[in-house]
């Protein structure tokens, strides 16, 4: 519903589907694998102007053409941001893209772009880059993602992270994120951590936790954010289901500009 006007973007999906379409055909008679995950989250941030609070969801879909080979993803998302909750100001912001990569056992890469727009202020920026992720030890994945922003933000991004399993079924994760503005704009960065627990594996509903520490340029203070959310795996359960199998099969997460310093740059 909020496609309408994104004529570049399309072009640019169009031909991450394009290219997809060709793994397709030259892979005919590979198996092929459809999974994906929905996303529900809540944020809190805390700044010296006062607290924000931030509701958000994601949906990725994603095509695997070969195993191991090609896969194909979609993304759709929104975030509904009441900046600060005192002032009762409240906007939102939509997300969609695409992804083509490759992944095989010993991890994936590829590359990605993403329209991100925020109606209220008539504001949008288009990312592209590539990302990566190597399994460097069953229980260990290590991450890194870089690109740029255009449109009415101009930025370059870079990220990097770890992922560790301590037992299959909880993912404890860490990373950093830095970002800057051009044409005399800040330095954006971010020192994040996470965790989160699949409970059941038959029943692939997982629960989160995070906290991400924001620095804005040279200004004094951070942004402290913390956030909790739930997240219903479709597909991609590997061997036996658990969350590291659903992670490293199913639809990626680590694609595309940081959230944070998205929503930051505007």
């Known amino acids: 519903m909020f ?3 994104y004529g570049r973007m399309g072009r640019c999906v169009f031909l991450c589907l394009l290219f997809g379409g060709y ?10 694998d459809f999974s994906g995950n929905v996303n529900a989250s809540y944020s ?8 924000s609070s931030v509701w958000g969801g994601v949906a990725r879909g994603n095509l695997t053409a070969m195993d191991p080979g090609i896969n194909v993803q979609a993304k759709a998302g929104g975030d509904w941001i009441n900046l600060p909750k005192s002032g009762g100001s409240n906007t939102n912001l939509w997300d969609f893209g695409g992804d083509v990569y490759w992944r095989d056992w010993a991890g994936d890469f590829g590359g990605s772009v993403e ?25 260990l994945t290590f991450r890194a993602k870089g690109g740029k922003l255009t449109n009415d933000v101009n930025a370059w991004y870079g990220s990097a992270g770890l992922l560790a399993y301590p037992v299959r079924n909880i993912a404890l994760g860490a990373g950093f994120d830095y970002a800057k503005v051009q044409h ?24 989160s936790l995070g906290y991400n520490y924001e620095k804005v ?16 795996y479709l597909g991609g359960a590997g061997v036996d289901g658990s969350l590291r199998d659903r992670q490293r099969n199913g639809a990626v997460t680590w694609d595309g500009a940081p959230a944070s310093l998205v929503g930051l740059t505007f």
């Open 44 to 51: 809190n941030l805390s700044a010296r102007g006062g607290d």
């Open 217 to 232: 340029g040279d200004a004094s203070g951070h942004i402290d954010v913390l956030s909790a959310g739930i997240t219903m």
């Open 115 to 139: 329209e991100v727009r925020l109606p209220d202020a008539h504001a949008s920026s288009l990312s592209y880059g590539l990302f990566g992720e190597a399994y460097l030890l069953r229980s």
């Open 184 to 207: 005399g704009g800040p330095t954006l960065k971010d020192a994040n951590v996470s965790a989160e627990y699949l409970p059941v594996p038959t029943i692939p509903v997982s629960v």
């Open 3 to 5: 496609w309408p006007g």
């Open 23 to 32: 793994a397709l055909s030259i892979a005919h008679a590979a198996p092929m």
